[in-house]
């Protein structure tokens, strides 16, 4: 139980890592931008393209917490833990929200190509590796890392629950029109899963009666590609997993799946555009080497009290607490958990207006449907592409991550065709250098990270790819 608690805690602490391919959805409106099609399928990329392990690269990072939640500044340059003694209850826990998660996407096309066949037909493939995870928590796990028995002797830590995937995706798509005025698109998926797992607590309460912890939880965890020993009897999760001995190299495809997406495109006046699609509707079925349950009510006694003094590196501090709270729960073998997984599917709907040939701005709704893991936002976008080798788009979003601003840069030469795009929560930095402040390397091992001071929400695309061909059909309307 203390690894998942201390990577899942570690990850929301400093925002840092939904499941589905990460879509730059600041390009949903941009012309020039080659991959838009992976958002809606009835769009197109207005000239052919191809390229190998560089076409679309993207790292997206949402959460509704940040560094700003978990360190606190002392004045001299240094920042406090949210666990120390210095920090009030009611200063940390007024950022707390009653769900809180984040989620984390990586996506790399290994092999990608888009063209054009007669009758305006648009055609695209691509092979690309996914790998996504989401954590979730409710308030109350916050309130006992930080308060323990000091206020309040009850906690429902319902709801807690992680989740990874990664997979290799093979996606063949097609935009055609269907009037002069509407465009249909589909795309068909091939999903290989190589690495999965899902801990979920559906009942986790957890009562201070007299010297005695009443303890009733109801939770499963089922795992593939993920090494593990499931020993006899029921154990602490960090007794069955181990994840030291993570070798990519050995993981093998463990599951199969197929999902689609769905388009249309709508040019309803000269100068209005109407758009709406739904991706990443399908399943992956995976098969499981671990499976694992807890459940029922019984009493614990092997604390008299929860430590809450926050001491030390913020390492130590925060495993102090997930010792304290790997005791309370234990997994044993099961044969429930099922092999079969939706996908979590995305829906766009959008709307642009562009006056002239150099200018349009847009207003685009997204809603990812994932159960506790779902979110929503809507995002307004403006988009300057004077010539057919330039274009700049910025845009401004707000939904379940709070606030967000990005801008995207789309250059193209005669041959080749180069993509940026980045996405913060805040232009507010917090560096974790070699001279100590700001000690985040303890959370991380020494390692040395840049990430927003407030929320964490970072998406980063970069793309090249080789062009070819005549526009066939120009999508500015």
Known sequence: MKKT???????????????????????????????????NPAFYANKGYVSVGVGNISLNTQSNLGVSTFLYPTGNGKSEFF??????????LKKIHANNFENVSLGADLVSFGFWTKRNHFHSFSASVQVMESVSAPYDVFRFLKEG???????????????????????????????????????????????????????????????????STDGILTA??????????????????????????????????MAVDLGVKWDVLPWLEVSGSIVDLGFLGWKLDTRMATGGSWEYTGFDNIEVTGEGSYQDQLDRKMEELDQLVEFHKSDSGSPMTFMPATIYAGAKAKPN??????????????????????????????????GFSASAAYGSFGPKISTALNLRAPVVALFFGGELSSFNFVSTNPDGSNKMKDIFNGDSFIVPRGRLNMNLVFGLNFVFGKPTVKRSI
């Open 149 to 215: 028995t000091t206020n309040g002797t009850g906690y429902d830590l319902s709801g807690f629950g992680g989740r990874m995937r990664g997979y290799v995706q093979l996606a063949y798509g097609m935009s055609v029109p269907l009037t002069d005025n509407i465009r249909v698109g589909g795309k068909v998926k091939t999903l290989v899963g190589l690495v999965y797992m899902d801990a979920r607590f559906n009942k986790f309460d957890v009562n201070l009666s007299g010297e005695r912890w009443n303890v």
């Open 224 to 257: 593939s590609n993920v090494p593990a020993t499931q020993k006899g009897g029921s154990v602490p999760i960090s007794d069955v997993f181990n994840f030291d001995n993570f070798d990519v190299e050995s993981m093998r495809p463990s599951g199969f799946g």
């Open 83 to 92: 666990l120390s003694d210095n920090v009030s209850s009611s200063s940390f």
């Open 5 to 39: 608690f201390t990577i899942a805690i570690s990850l929301l602490s400093v925002s840092l890592g939904a499941f589905a391919q990460s879509n730059f959805r600041a390009g949903y409106f941009m012309d020039g931008y080659l991959y838009n099609h992976t958002m």
């Open 357 to 390: 040939s150099w200018f349009s701005a847009g207003l685009l709704g997204t809603a990812r449907l994932e159960g506790k893991y779902s979110w929503a936002e809507i995002r307004a976008s403006a988009n300057l592409e004077p010539t057919h080798w330039f």
